[in-house]
């Protein structure tokens, strides 16, 4: 079992309301990465940071922001939700591990998020 | 363009019974393929991981082969158990970035019924 957190589990909040989505690890982990994924669909990557004072947009645009000022926190936010932020909400982190080709990343339970 | 297939899209199937998922991709320069389980409203969690240079992987009643000529990928999963129902996600990455970019299917969706 990966010691990565996320919370909350499920949020639910009306369109223009700002929301952060918390992401912890305990592994001491230098890359996380923010995931969204919709009913059916694959993941897709939002954000990532390769360790403290690094963040990077992933290949999916987002209106979302992350920060880094922590190596075991990674928190996600919504400065204004809207209705289509609606999704899942997938945290992971990794090592950094030189001449290792696995990079294994290991997932938190997500949250699911509601915008009404 | 890098990309990974996964069919069936869905599978059901009755407890005790095998199947197999296929994954096929254009991923490269190659790295690794993972097979992950994702059960509804949580996180994927790994089952195998292959290099090149493996050709099946056994993690239990879940088994994986990979064909990197041909770019295919199998998860076979033996005498089939109510809790195998999830989602099983085919993930390849690259070689050819410091991050380490994975590639996701859109996951087989299988349902195991007693």
């Known amino acids: 079992e990966a010691d990565i957190y996320q919370t909350p589990r499920y949020l639910v909040i009306g369109t223009g309301k700002k929301i952060t989505l918390e992401c912890s690890q305990t592994?001491?982990?230098?890359?996380m990465y923010w995931y969204q994924q919709d009913p059916g669909m694959e993941l897709h990557l939002i954000h990532y940071?390769?360790?403290?004072?690094?963040?990077e947009k992933g290949d999916l645009s987002s209106e979302s922001t992350v920060s880094r000022i922590r190596t075991e926190h990674f928190p996600l936010t919504l400065e204004s939700a809207r209705p289509s932020h609606t999704s899942q909400y997938l945290c992971?982190?990794?090592?950094?591990?030189?001449?290792?080709?696995?990079?294994?990343?290991?997932f938190g339970p997500g949250t699911r998020l509601t915008v009404l | 363009k890098n990309q990974v297939e996964q069919s069936p899209q869905s599978l059901i199937i009755l407890e005790g019974k095998n199947c197999t998922l296929q994954?096929?991709?254009?991923?490269?320069?190659?790295?690794?393929l993972r097979w992950y389980k994702q059960d509804t409203g949580r996180g994927p969690v790994s089952l195998t991981i292959?290099?090149?240079?493996?050709n099946t992987k056994s993690n239990g009643r879940y088994t994986a082969t990979l064909d990197a000529d041909t770019k295919q990928s199998s998860l076979h999963i033996t005498a089939s158990q109510l809790s195998d129902s999830a989602s099983y996600i085919c993930?390849?990455?690259?070689?050819?970035?410091?991050?380490?970019?994975?590639?996701f299917g859109r996951g087989t969706q299988l349902t195991v019924w007693p």
């Open positions: 940071s390769y360790g403290v004072n690094s963040t």
């Open positions: 994954c096929n991709y254009t991923v490269s320069p190659f790295s690794n």
């Open positions: 992971a982190s990794s090592e950094s591990v030189r001449g290792s080709s696995y990079n294994e990343q290991f």
């Open positions: 592994m001491g982990h230098d890359k």
């Open positions: 292959m290099t090149f240079s493996e």
């Open positions: 993930v390849v990455s690259d070689r050819g970035s410091t991050l380490g970019r994975l590639y």
